[in-house]
């Protein structure tokens, strides 16, 4: 376990193959909404609330492999969170690729 997953727990999200390459699909842990995305074989989890104006990024589109939020068009790095050219970032969760599905760490 990495420090960046101690004290959280890891939650199923979805299955390997409803997450389609090149997508972002909403997946909810509870309450938190989260903006799943998949580029490739590496997989990223962000908050589902842009950081900005608190748009719905799982509603959001991948360009150029960045996550755009579809009220303001404001483009995050889906494996940081970093949006270039703005302090705020978008918080990002842990993601494993399992056998058994795609999971999320969270407190």
């Known amino acids: 376990m990495s420090a960046s997953t101690a004290g959280k727990a890891w939650h199923k999200v979805a299955e ?3 997450v389609a390459d090149g997508a972002v699909t909403e997946a909810a842990v509870g309450k938190t909404v989260l903006a799943l995305v998949r580029i490739g074989d ?6 589902g609330r842009c950081p900005h104006a608190g748009g719905p990024l799982a509603q959001g589109s991948l ?13 995050y790095d889906p494996f940081t969170g970093q949006c270039e050219g703005y302090a705020e970032a978008a918080r ?6 399992r056998a058994d599905g795609i999971y999320v760490a969270l407190e």
């Open 16 to 18: 390997a193959g409803d």
């Open 63 to 75: 360009e150029g492999g960045r996550l755009v939020c579809p009220w303001h068009g404001r483009e």
């Open 42 to 47: 590496r997989y990223a989890a962000l908050h």
């Open 92 to 97: 990002t969760c842990a993601v494993e690729a």
